[in-house]
């Protein structure tokens, strides 16, 4: 499974931003994906989660009620829709798929990365 984001970029502090990972050579069952970030000195952490069969979603309490996760099945596609952004989201952020079911917060739970696309809030 290879897995590609985009939508990166500038904002400033209440703006929005859009993210979107596309999921390609699926030969595996993907039951659940997730969007991680990761700021300069810290570690990777869990944002969001979609449960891609029930289309269930899960945030981590930091981005509760700004930002929003969404699966389209049919374009294999994963969105995070990011509003009210704070300059502390600013961060690497990175699209994960992991085969087995649920939805856990760590990264060593899931099976697939991509490369991660910046996301900077100026204040």
């Known amino acids: 499974v290879q897995l590609v984001e985009s939508g990166g970029g500038l904002v400033q502090a209440g703006g929005s931003l859009r993210l979107s990972c596309a999921a390609s050579?699926?030969?595996?069952?993907?039951?659940?994906m997730g969007w991680f970030r990761q700021a300069p000195g810290k570690e990777r952490e869990f944002v969001a989660g979609?449960?891609?069969?029930?289309?269930?979603?899960y945030y981590a309490d930091s981005v509760k009620g700004r930002f929003t996760i969404a699966r389209d099945s049919a374009k294999n596609l994963v969105y995070l829709q990011m509003n009210s952004l704070k300059p502390e989201d600013t961060a690497v952020y990175y699209c994960?798929?992991?085969?087995?079911?649920?939805?856990?917060?760590?990264?060593?739970?899931?099976?697939?990365w991509g490369q991660g696309t910046q996301v900077t809030v100026s204040s």
């Open positions: 994960a798929a992991r085969e087995g079911v649920g939805v856990p917060t760590g990264t060593r739970e899931y099976d697939y």
């Open positions: 050579g699926r030969n595996q069952i993907i039951n659940t």
């Open positions: 979609v449960k891609w069969f029930s289309s269930s979603t």
